[in-house]
């Protein structure tokens, strides 16, 4: 997943004369998809929720997500605008969306917002989230939605890993291939490691991420846990820009797009 952090004022899309912008909330189950982006050999969410929409409507529309999530990724808060010149009242999208749409996606609040608003440039931040089932056997219930770790992890040791990520620094040894951001300084305001039997979660939260960030951090987590890595990997990868110094890429199946920040004035509140 690839985000954009705050750099100089882009010339935004507006929407056309006659039309109006309408923001999505849409939740979904990665599992079955090749990611957001609409692809042209794969399924996509952003494929999928646009045909319901041009169904719905009776015009070609096309959507933009706030995070382009990678197959497998799932979304509890996907952000989504299009536009429009449908008279549909912005708060029946829902409803009228999720009787045509598949059971694994789901809008879950339409609102009207400014026609200069862009759900992918004007978020200020994003909350990430990720689950493991650190069991001897994985879950047949949430398989889709955790990552399986049979080996015992240290807990203390993990979380003590974890603050080194907090505050600005260039993440460049936290983007795997194929990242096209144009600087690798993020800044990470919160981070939480939490145990409840079997089941750890993990929530990161920043002004934006590199593609594969979240699951490049907690692959080097879970190997720090497992004790293939030393505590202070993060400090070190920090200092030196190297992605050597991590493990590997966590599952996608484990994350998801939490929770996506905009500042309410351009929302229009």
């Known amino acids: 997943m690839t985000d954009r952090p705050n750099l100089p004022p882009l010339i935004k899309d507006e929407s056309p004369e006659g039309k109006h ?22 399924l996509a969410v952003q494929q999928v929720l646009e045909e319901a929409l041009s169904r719905l409507t009776g015009e070609s529309v096309t959507v933009t997500g706030s995070s382009r999530t990678d197959a ?31 059971y694994d996606i789901r809008v879950l609040e339409g609102r ?72 690798t300084i993020r800044t990470i305001h919160d981070v939480q490691l ?26 080097a987590m879970l190997d720090v846990g497992m004790g293939r890595l030393p505590v202070d990997c993060f400090r070190q990868a920090l200092e030196d820009g190297s992605r050597l110094s991590l493990g590997v890429t966590a599952p996608a199946c484990g994350l998801e797009l939490t929770r996506v920040y905009y500042d309410p004035a351009s929302l229009g509140d």
Request: aromatic share 12%.
């Open 194 to 219: 939490v145990k409840s039997g079997d089941d750890l979660t993990f929530t990161i939260r920043g002004n934006a991420f590199l593609y594969n960030m979240v699951r490049i951090i907690v692959g």
């Open 21 to 42: 912008r309408v923001l999505l909330t849409v939740s979904y189950d990665g599992t079955a998809y090749a990611g957001w982006q609409r692809q042209q050999n794969a």
């Open 112 to 183: 009207n917002v400014p026609g200069t608003f862009h759900a992918r440039f004007d978020a200020q931040g994003k909350m990430y989230t990720y689950r493991i089932h650190n069991a001897r056997h994985a879950s047949a219930l949430y398989r889709n939605l955790c990552a399986h770790v049979p080996q015992r992890l240290d807990f203390s040791l993990m979380q003590q890993s974890l603050p080194a990520l907090l505050g600005t620094h260039d993440f460049a040894a936290f983007q795997a291939t194929g990242g096209t951001a144009k600087t």
């Open 72 to 102: 497998g990724v799932h979304a509890l808060s996907q952000m989504v605008h299009f536009d429009t010149a449908s008279r549909i009242p912005a708060d029946k999208y829902p409803f009228a969306l999720n009787t045509c749409l598949p």
